[in-house]
């Protein structure tokens, strides 16, 4: 391992002018298991590691009535899954953070990480010169993509994105809160999580320059139903081969507004505007569930070996189209 400074923050602003300093030789780390990870098997080899964690006031559940939800990102995945308000108002994102791998994972790792975390590919991890270490191609175009692999595509890394709680929020419209030396900004989302992108020297998923760092998740007040439902190998502690992120409006039996998002994959959490349109004015049912399914995966173009993704996908979302409509699944 590569020996670095280590800063412990004392607040935004104190991490902020080190990251600022530091510029593309610094990491922030928070729970660490995916930072540490990376470092250990020099997939990065950062100058300094600044603490986010010392930072008092980042980790918060707040519910406020005229503004909706707010989230601190220090915010641990156990307590967002733990909570009462989230399980009764935003059930699909406490079911997104309870499906993190294990409770000693969620015990240390927060939200802000979650949706920060990098690609698992097993290329990148196994050494081999890809995209995202430097070389001049994605080996899961031609190799095994099982797992790892987009099958929406993708741009020159096509590894899926690995965070479960990225489609519940994006299900329910969530913006994320940016803070950087310039001030302070906040995006939707999916605008922060686009898929693999250059950012100075770093191949990322999301959109954070080297002297940003998120700070809050805000989600508005809506009345709305949400579910998420994942699908691991062997039901194991691990990252999802397919999920699905549901949310609607229901009155009167009527789906007045829907959002239907996958993950797993595509290198971003990927939204089925097309699939939410043929829901809006009917009621949910298993044969309507069903048609919105086949037009969420109308685009799809599995890689060599992952084309079970499809299927899967499908089953999932009918599955969470009918949970969110309150209908059984027979």
Request: charged residues 20%; glycine residues 8%.
């Amino acid at each position: 391992m590569k020996s670095f400074a280590h800063v412990n923050a004392l607040s935004v602003d104190h991490a902020l002018s080190v990251l600022e300093k530091y510029g593309q030789e610094a990491c922030v780390i928070a729970g660490g298991q995916d930072l540490l990870f990376r470092i250990k098997k020099y997939l990065v080899k950062p100058s300094c590691v600044v603490n986010l964690k010392t930072i008092p006031g980042l980790s918060y559940v707040r519910f406020e009535p005229a503004q909706g939800l707010k989230i601190g990102a220090l915010t641990t995945l156990s307590r967002i899954a733990g909570s009462a308000e989230l399980c009764k108002r935003y059930s699909g994102l406490a079911q997104a953070a309870r499906s993190v791998a294990s409770p000693q994972t969620r015990n240390l790792g927060t939200i802000g990480g979650n949706l920060c975390q990098d690609v698992w590919c097993w290329y990148l991890q196994a050494g081999f010169s890809c995209w995202k270490s430097g070389g001049k191609f994605c080996d899961l175009a031609g190799g095994d993509s099982r797992y790892y692999g987009s099958i929406m595509k993708g741009h020159l890394c096509l590894a899926n994105s690995p965070s479960d709680t990225a489609p519940a929020l994006a299900a329910l419209d969530a913006q994320i809160h940016i803070a950087s030396p310039r001030g302070t900004r906040k995006v939707p989302i999916l605008e922060f999580l686009p898929g693999h992108q250059w950012v100075g020297n770093r191949l990322q998923c999301h959109i954070l320059q080297p002297d940003e760092v998120l700070t809050e998740i805000e989600i508005p007040l809506q009345p709305t139903r949400s579910v998420y439902l994942k699908f691991a190998l062997r039901k194991s502690w691990n990252f999802a081969l397919a999920s699905v992120a549901a949310s609607a409006t229901i009155e009167d039996g009527i789906c007045q507004d829907a959002r239907v998002v996958l993950g797993g994959i595509a290198t971003h959490p990927y939204r089925s505007p097309e699939a939410e349109s043929v829901l809006v004015g009917r009621k949910i049912d298993e044969r309507l569930a069903q048609d919105a399914a086949e037009i969420a995966l109308e685009k799809a173009r599995p890689l060599k070996m992952n084309g079970y993704k499809v299927g899967l996908s499908k089953t999932l979302i009918r599955r969470a189209l009918l949970s969110v409509a309150g209908e059984d699944d027979n």
